[in-house]
């Protein structure tokens, strides 16, 4: 009987031994991984914050430069209006033509360095939003005459919808409108002939899509994924005429962002598009005031 105790008390101590050994191991490999995990810690927070110098110094540079580029831009333009308005004599035909390029390209090259100045600033964090109650028929109203001067193809049409009995958003109205802005100028610019339709829908969740739909070129869906990336062009024979700086859609998607929401595209090529932005009704802040109801 003293015999088999002693030998379960053997094989106990034994076992027991077997088992600290293996928690000593097992707390050695434990201790090796979080000298490991310390370490990658440590590097992914270098890498980090020498993302985070890069950017800043991109926006930085972005910002400086397209401040620079600003003043000889508005030079150019105002020499060339000043010429089409014959301040200093007649042009020739094609004198006049030449100064219309000069006029054109000075446009296009003050859109990019707009892009890249909002931009910037938005990388930066220096861009803050300021929500307020409006009205949908104004934000429309005011999209409605601002591309009136702009629709010189008497083959395009731009065709507002406005949903009945919309309510009223609390948002920032100037950054929707420049998501909006941004839509319709990319619809103006690959829409050759046919409708542009700008209109909204309230969702069952408490958000609202503003949708820009065109029968333009259309993008293939391949394209889909990278057209909201700075920098991103699609490749067709009118983007290779019409020059842009690929940061629009980008913007828009930022600014879309800082609303509470997201951008989305459905196109197919030679199809048209429709660009939609989707945001809050209410933007999730803090406000002082009752919000209004739909008949104040």
Request: charge should be negative; avoid cysteine; charged fraction near 25%.
């Amino acid at each position: 009987m003293s015999d088999n105790r002693d030998t379960r008390i053997a094989e106990l101590e034994a076992t027991v031994a077997d088992q600290a050994e293996q928690i000593e191991a097992m707390q050695m490999e434990l201790d090796e991984t979080n000298r490991g995990v310390v370490a990658l810690y440590g590097e992914l927070e270098t890498q980090a914050q020498q993302l985070q110098r890069a950017t800043d110094l991109k926006s930085r540079f972005l910002a400086y430069m397209s401040h620079e580029f600003r003043t000889p831009i508005s030079a150019v333009r105002s020499l060339a209006r000043l010429l089409l308005d014959r301040v200093d004599g007649p042009l020739t035909v094609e004198q006049e033509k030449q100064v219309h390029f000069i006029e054109e390209t000075a446009k296009e090259f003050a859109d990019m360095v707009n892009d890249l100045l909002d931009l910037a600033k938005v990388e930066a964090g220096r861009v803050q939003v300021s929500p307020a109650w409006f009205e949908m028929v104004d934000l429309f109203s005011a999209l409605r005459g601002m591309f009136r001067p702009v629709l010189t193809n008497p083959e395009v049409m731009l065709v507002f919808t406005e949903p009945q009995h919309a309510s009223r958003l609390y948002t920032d109205d100037k950054k929707l409108s420049h998501i909006l802005r941004n839509f319709i100028s990319n619809a103006l610019k690959f829409t050759v002939k046919g409708e542009i339709r700008v209109s909204a829908q309230e969702n069952a969740d408490q958000t609202i899509t503003f949708s820009v739909a065109d029968n333009g070129i259309g993008i293939d869906p391949q394209f889909h994924s990278a057209i909201f990336e700075d920098f991103t062009q699609v490749d067709s024979p009118i983007q290779k005429r019409l020059r842009g700086s690929g940061l629009g859609l980008s913007l828009s998607r930022q600014l879309a962002e800082m609303l509470g929401g997201t951008v989305a595209v459905q196109s197919e090529l030679g199809a048209g598009s429709t660009f939609s932005v989707t945001i809050p009704l209410r933007l999730n802040q803090r406000i002082n005031a009752i919000p209004p109801s739909r008949n104040d």
